[in-house]
């Protein structure tokens, strides 16, 4: 596989959609999140990802509201304006058992700190990950383009995350970019342990993409 080291806009804006294909559970009492955090701690690796309400007044900022953890077949929505950051949820975020794949995870640390202290333990940053396979971009929607060729829409960044009842849409967008996360990391972890890639030279670059 030849690793490009950057995608452009226009060539991103053609690519097919990328969405998450197995099964959405939003979680929104402390005994669901009890229930999909012992179901998360028996698989090896997860993706991680978080949602907070965008505020449009400048000085005012909100708690996260939405925290997505996924698996290969099953993404959980915690809904963290309902149930807060969970013992149980805690527990999975300081374990070391279990590897967690996440990007601006130093971001995310931050903003779910409000919410409880907590020691995270056992997460990789793919903005770092990324550095050893020669891949110069660092957002999730470009990353994963360069890799699987399609492209994570954006629509619903931008959406009310305390809204009621989470709509379809944005409950595909939210498992979607925590799965995105997981395919990443075993794409490129396999790629490594068969040495079977190669990325484009600097020098390449600009003709590669013109």
């Known amino acids: 596989m030849i690793?490009?080291?950057?995608?452009?806009?226009?060539?991103?804006k053609e690519l097919p959609k990328a969405t998450f294909p197995g099964k959405i559970h939003v979680i929104d009492t402390e005994s669901q999140a009890d229930k999909a955090v012992d179901?998360?701690?028996?698989q090896?690796?997860?993706?991680?990802?978080?949602?907070?309400?965008?505020?449009?007044?400048?000085?005012?900022?909100h708690k996260v509201a939405l925290l997505q953890i996924s698996s290969e077949e099953s993404c959980f929505l915690f809904r963290l304006n309902r149930i807060g950051l969970t013992p149980s949820l805690v527990k999975l975020l300081e374990s070391t058992d279990i590897l967690k794949i996440g990007l601006s995870l130093k971001d995310d640390f931050m903003m779910l700190r409000k919410r409880a202290d907590f020691e995270h333990q056992g997460f990789v940053e793919l903005q770092e990950y990324v550095?050893?396979?020669g891949i110069n971009d660092r957002s999730l929607q470009?990353?994963?383009?360069?890799?699987?060729?399609?492209?994570?829409?954006k629509s619903q960044?931008?959406?009310?995350?305390?809204?009621?009842?989470?709509?379809?849409s944005q409950k595909?967008?939210?498992?979607?970019?925590?799965?995105?996360?997981?395919k990443i990391y075993l794409l490129l972890e396999n790629l490594k342990k068969t040495g079977s890639y190669s990325f484009i030279p600097e020098t390449n670059i600009s003709h590669a993409i013109s």
């Open 3 to 12: 690793i490009k080291r950057t995608i452009d806009k226009e060539e991103l």
């Open 44 to 61: 090896p690796v997860v993706g991680v990802d978080s949602e907070t309400r965008p505020s449009f007044n400048k000085g005012h900022s």
């Open 172 to 182: 595909l967008y939210a498992a979607t970019d925590a799965w995105a996360c997981l």
């Open 39 to 42: 179901y998360l701690l028996s």
């Open 157 to 168: 960044r931008l959406s009310n995350w305390e809204v009621d009842i989470l709509s379809d």
């Open 142 to 153: 470009k990353i994963y383009a360069i890799l699987f060729g399609e492209k994570i829409s």
């Open 131 to 133: 550095n050893e396979f």
